[in-house]
């Protein structure tokens, strides 16, 4: 873990964002960004730092299953209605993999793996494939719904994208962080 200190700027390292559309977005702030010396100001450099991304990404996950949710009651139900049933049921049902994780596959993979890091690795993996398997189920919809698969799908693939230039940009990224005193083996 490190620290920068000092510099108010350094809020857009690129080592401060965990997806690959976030960590693009920082570096071309960073890379344009002036000096903003802030006296006192510590900055922690770890993936999961920024707020934004992490509301955001929330929020996308979080809106896009309750729109699944509010697809399947919208048959039975005025979507207005099937809308408000499927926010707290939605919310619900994406604990859901979450505990399936943390009961039946985690302790399997660590009796298999025997480390952590491989284990939160896959926990993360596996639940955005499970969203993208929802996703393309949905997407082949002839409703509404149709739409909402169609967008998460895309966000996938620019993120896939983003993360292709952000890996051929990894030279210049390290170069622009080590200004800051961030190396490869201190960021994420």
């Known amino acids: 873990m490190k620290i920068v200190r000092d510099r108010a700027e350094a809020r857009w390292l690129p ?21 903003e010396p802030r006296p006192g100001l ?8 920024s ?24 048959e039975l139900l005025p979507l207005p209605i099937a809308i408000a049933v499927a926010v707290p049921i939605g919310i619900v049902a994406m604990q859901v993999p979450i505990y399936v994780m943390g009961v039946a596959i985690l302790p399997a993979i ?17 639940l955005i494939a499970l969203h993208v398997v929802v996703a393309s189920f949905y997407a082949l919809e002839r409703t509404w719904v149709r739409f909402v698969a169609w967008q998460f799908l895309a966000v996938i693939a620019l993120n896939a994208f983003a ?18 005193g961030v190396t490869s083996s201190s960021a994420n």
């Open 15 to 35: 080592s401060r964002h965990r997806f690959a559309l976030f960590r693009l977005w920082a570096f071309a702030r960073l890379k344009n960004a002036k000096a």
């Open 42 to 49: 510590m900055l922690m450099v770890d993936a999961d730092q």
């Open 51 to 74: 707020a934004v991304e992490s509301y955001t990404a929330s929020m996308w996950i979080a809106l896009t299953t309750i729109a699944y949710v509010a697809s399947e009651f919208a």
């Open 110 to 126: 660590q009796a298999i793996a025997r480390t952590r890091l491989v284990v939160a690795n896959f926990n993360s993996i596996f």
């Open 163 to 180: 993360a292709i230039i952000v890996f051929l940009l990894r030279g210049p990224i390290a170069r622009l962080e080590s200004e800051y």
